[in-house]
């Protein structure tokens, strides 16, 4: 059928996780980068990954869509609501910060986590 519309399907956890694995290992390089050129005195605990992860997967989730990994991956967020406005950056900070915890992603209903709930947003195939 020409011009028919499909619907967004709700990404898999396989590749949510291959998203966040490009995600992680990106900004662990940048900051190790940092810290090699002496712009950073040192990544205690991987604090400083952990900031750079959250503020790079808000700032592209309000701007792009989707942070680098989920990009990379072929993924996108959206407001859950069905609107087409870009998510917020305030959505995508909160929605980031509570990835960053961890606990939120292993939590689900609805095929989303308690960051897609909290930030009222879904993660979708392109």
Not at 49 to 57: G, I, N, P, R, Y
Not at 58 to 79: D, N, Y
Not at 91 to 103: D, F, H, K, P
């Amino acid at each position: 059928m020409t011009g028919a519309v499909t619907p967004e399907r709700t990404a898999t956890w396989g590749r949510r996780i291959l998203a966040l694995g490009v995600d992680w290992i990106t900004c662990l390089a940048v900051v190790e980068g940092l810290v090699a050129v002496g712009v950073l005195a040192g990544n205690p605990n991987g604090l400083g990954t952990l900031v750079l992860f959250v503020l790079e997967s808000a700032l592209f989730t309000a701007l792009a869509g989707g942070s680098f990994g989920k990009l990379a991956t072929r993924l996108r967020v959206v407001r859950h609501d069905g609107s087409a406005e870009p998510v917020t950056l305030l959505r995508a900070l909160v929605r980031s910060t509570l990835v960053g915890l961890l606990v939120p992603p292993l939590l689900t209903f609805d095929g989303r986590g308690m960051h897609d709930l909290a930030a009222g947003t879904r993660t979708v195939t392109l």
